[in-house]
C-alpha cells in the first residue's frame, strides 16, 4: 500500500493501536458490554462520556486532579480528525504521548504497557482523518450525488484529495471480485483447483475414456478415467433428457453474509439502479481471466452463477417469487466468450433456505466475523459442510490477522475444518501452544511438506487501500478483507473436536457389520475344517 509506505509503516497497518493497559480501560470492558473506547467512553481511562462525574481523580496515574475540564457535558475530541473522544485534555494528551506505563501500571512491571499500541499517534491520526473524505466520497459513489463545497472545506479538500478518496473506495469495492476469482482460482493452490472443478470434470464426455489432466500447461496431457468416474459419468448419463445438469456446464459460486454495502456496490435490486452496471461489469471483468485459465483443463463453461446470501441482500419489489424464495437476478455475457454471468440474490439466512439454492462448487464469506459473540454462524457453517460432495472448497477472508486466527480457532473446534490440515505455524498459534506440547500437532508433519497441507492463511493482496476506523476502539484500523484463508470444509462438521477416524467407524451401518462378522465365521468354519482332517478322532 504506497499510502502506508509514504507514512513509513512499510506496508505495515498498525492495526491494534489502542492501549488497553489503562486500569479504568479494563473495567469498562469487562463491566459494561456497550462500552466503544473513544466513542461512548474515554479512550485513555475507559470514563462514560454520556454521565462523566463532576470530580474525577488521576492520582494513580501520576496526573494532577482536573476537576476544571472534568465537568459534566465536557468531552475533549482530536482536532486533526474528529473522530476520538476523551473525558478531558489530559487525557487526550496523555493519549497521544509515545509508550510509557499508563493507568494501572507498576513501575517494575511490564503489564502497564501496550507493545506496540501507538496510542493517538500523528500516524493514527492521519490515517483517521482520511475516513472523513473516504466516507464522503463513498456516499457520492453510492448515491449519484456531489456534495457542494464551501469556502471552509475547500482548504481542506480541494479536488485532488477528493479524486484520491474516491480512488481508495473504489479499490475497495473492486477488491471483492479480484479476492474471490483470484485468490479462488487464479492464485489457489492445485489441491483447491481440483475439488473446485471437480463437478465439471465429471461431466466430460462419457464415451471417452479419457479426461484432460489437471496437469497444467496447454492442457493437451490426458490420463485415463477411473472407474469411480466413469461410473459417476454414467449416473449422470443415466438422468432424464430434460435435466440441465447432464447438457449444462455452470461453476456455481455461493457467497455468503453479503449485503448492498459491500459485495453487492449499493445494488437495489433493480436493473435501473446506478451501480447495477458498474458491478455487474466489475464481476463479469474480473471473471474473464479465470474462464481463460480453467480451460486449460476444462473445455468450455456454459455459465458463472454467482449467488448472494444474506439477510441484508437487496428485496425483489414484486415481492417473493412462486417458489417463496426473494431473489433478485442480473445476467451478463462475459466479454471475449460465450459464457454468461448469472448474479442472484437470497434475502435469507444461509441454512435456513438452503434446500432452494444450487449446489455450490465452493462458498466464499467475506469478513464474517466468526468469533464475534454478536453473530451466530453455527446454522450457516453447517449447511456449508452438509453438501453431497465430500469437501466443498471455501474461502473467508478477515478484516485483520487477529480476528483470522480466531476465525481457524472457530472453524477447528466446531469441527468444520480438520486440524491436521492446518500449518503447523497456524496451529501453534490458535492454540496457542508449542506442537511439542499439541495434541492436535502429528510428529510425522515435521518430515511433512507443509505445502501438502490443504489448508493456506496469508494476507490478501487484492485487499483495497481504503483504511477503514474501528467501531469498538477508535484507534484501531482495519482493511476489509485484508487477511485471507482457504480450506476444505470436512463433510458433517459442526459437532465440535470430532476424531474423525471415530466418527467414520461409527457411521458403518449394521449390515455391513453383520456381512463382516458372517464372513469371519465363514472364516473361522474353514479354518476348523481343515484342523479336522487331522483329528485322529474323526478317522
Known sequence: MDLLASLGLENALPEQSTRLANSGVIAALENNNDCHLGFNCCLTCGASLQQLPSNNNHDNDGHQEETAVKKKGIISCCKGCNRVKYCSEICRKVDSEPQQLL????????????????????????????????????????NNTSKTITNSTKKHNNIQKEEAAKYRVQTERESYPATLFNMLILDGP????????????????????EAKGLSGGSGSERKRRGKRDRQSLRREEEMPASSASRLHRELVLHVVGASVDSELWGW???????????????????????????????DSIDSLRLVFVGPDCPKPRHGAGKDGAIVCRLDKTIPGSKTMLHIETHCCNYGEDTDKLPCPDAIIFFNPGLSCPDYDWSKALSAASSYQQSSTPFLITTN???????????????????????????????????SSNNSRYNDDDDVEDEQNKKFFFCENPYAGLRVRQSGTMANDLYVKSRWVMGGLFQRGGGDGNVDMEKKKAKMVDKPEKKKRKESEERGSARKKRRKGDSNPALI
Do not use: Q
Open 103 to 142: 493507568h494501572g501500571g507498576d513501575n517494575n512491571d511490564d503489564d502497564g504497557v501496550d507493545e506496540g499500541a501507538l496510542g493517538h499517534s500523528p500516524v493514527i491520526c492521519s490515517l483517521l482523518n482520511l475516513c472523513n473524505g473516504d466516507e464522503t466520497a463513498e456516499d457520492n459513489l453510492y
Open 400 to 434: 485483520t490477522e487477529m480476528e483470522g486466527f480466531a476465525d481457524v480457532k472457530c472453524l477447528v473446534d466446531g469441527g468444520y475444518v480438520d486440524s491436521k490440515e492446518l500449518p503447523k505455524y497456524v496451529l501453534e498459534t490458535v492454540d496457542g501452544e508449542t
Open 190 to 209: 492445485p489441491w483447491l483447483i481440483e475439488n473446485l472443478t471437480r463437478k465439471l470434470r465429471y461431466r466430460e464426455e462419457v464415451r471417452s475414456p
Open 268 to 298: 437495489d435490486g433493480t436493473t435501473t439502479s446506478y451501480t447495477h452496471n458498474e458491478m455487474l461489469d466489475a464481476y463479469a471483468e474480473a471473471s474473464t481471466n479465470v474462464l481463460s485459465y480453467l480451460k486449460n483443463f476444462i
